[in-house]
């Protein structure tokens, strides 16, 4: 058998095959099991040095142990709580995060935080322990697991800060930063640069701070001031995150993105957009008119499931509408997507449960091409 990611040497390759039928038969994902076994041999005649070989070493085995611990709940939507470690239990930010993750769970919503003290708590509090998932990151200083997550089996903790970010974002529906220092601000932007690069699903943003503040209000300026005056982002990525200072707005700008949308994937060229209920012709009609600027060729047109997407029963009912999306211009997307919304229900539109693994994946359905070897 020739194998399209080889060690070199057919025999090795065999062998491995061998040893993956021998331990999973039947496994379905046993081609990628090969190429990482691959890989890692791969480092063997690289001669890599022992620190880049704990490096990937650790980072597979939290990834794993990630992927673990979320599984059993990847049909619950979840958010993702930022904010400063240092924020004190009495001040008004801590109030607000222990209020926001409460009200998000009265509506199904589970809470990711940080693990640690400040906000991260405030998010646990608020949430309580079944319905909180704790990310925690092993620092010399400030960060020790909070005792509402303390002990929990949803707790996972990590060496190496980028591991630990994709796990908050790979695995939630929707970000909220609240007031916080580097660590805020760099997941925040991270979130951003992602959703605005296409590198994971649009989901919803959110900046908040107390009423009466202008925390985010002056991050929102400097936005606007320095980087769109200057170019540096589209007028249309604006659309990408809303700032509140109130807990009910900040709500309702979640709730509001799952109204009618559900999930997105790319099938060949087609962006298929996945909805709770069907549109109406003259509402279709709304969207061909209005964004038609986001087609590179032909219509938005509604479509059932497409042969090539993977099959998920839970919603391989949803209706659907396909469109020829350049793949840029994300932004704009989500006004599509916020219109879509903001259509009128059906009284028998319900909402159906989430996909399983939503939120920083990059929602293809194709294998990623080979990378260097």
């Not at 890692?40 to 980072?59: C, E, F, P, Q, Y």
Request: glycine fraction near 8%; proline fraction near 5%; charge should be negative.
């Amino acid at each position: 058998m020739r194998y399209r990611y080889s060690t070199g040497d057919p025999a090795v390759d065999e062998a491995i095959e061998r040893m993956i039928r021998g331990y999973a038969p039947d496994y379905s994902n046993a081609d990628l099991i090969h190429q990482m076994i691959v890989t890692a041999l791969k480092l063997v005649s690289d001669d890599a040095d022992r620190g880049d070989l704990k490096i990937l070493n650790t980072t597979m085995k939290e990834m794993r142990y990630s992927f673990k611990v979320f599984r059993p709940y990847r049909r619950a939507r979840k958010v993702s709580v930022f904010g400063s470690a240092r924020t004190p239990e009495e001040s008004d930010d801590y109030k607000q995060a222990r209020e926001f993750s409460a009200e998000m769970a009265r509506h199904g919503f589970m809470s990711i935080t940080g693990a640690g003290h400040g906000i991260m708590k405030a998010g646990h509090v608020g949430a309580g322990r079944e319905k909180s998932f704790g990310v925690n990151i092993r620092l010399p200083f400030e960060q020790v697991a909070n005792e509402v997550i303390a002990g929990d089996e949803k707790l996972v903790n990590f060496k190496y800060f980028f591991t630990r970010k994709l796990a908050f974002l790979k695995e939630t529906h929707a970000v909220v930063c609240f007031p916080g220092g580097f660590g805020t601000h760099d997941e925040g932007f991270e979130a951003l640069t992602l959703v605005q690069t296409g590198k994971s699903h649009i989901l919803p943003i959110v900046f908040i701070h107390p009423r009466g503040a202008s925390f985010w209000y002056d991050w929102d300026c400097y936005v606007k001031d320095r980087l769109l005056a200057r170019g540096m982002i589209s007028a249309e990525d604006l659309s990408l995150y809303r700032v509140t200072d109130d807990v009910q707005v900040a709500c309702a700008e979640i709730l509001r993105f799952y109204r009618r949308y559900h999930s997105m994937r790319y099938v060949g060229d087609d962006l298929v957009i996945r909805l709770e209920s069907a549109l109406k012709p003259e509402e279709l009609a709304a969207l061909n008119l209005e964004f038609g600027d986001l087609v590179k060729s032909g219509r938005i047109e509604p479509t059932a499931m497409l042969p090539e997407e993977t099959s998920d029963p839970d919603i391989d009912h949803l209706p659907r509408l396909r469109l020829k999306f350049p793949r840029r211009r994300f932004g704009r997307l989500r006004q599509l997507i916020d219109r879509i919304n903001g259509f009128p229900l059906p009284p028998d539109t319900h909402m159906e449960v989430p996909e399983a693994g939503e939120g920083g994946q990059i929602p293809d359905e194709v294998d990623d091409p080979e990378v260097e070897e």
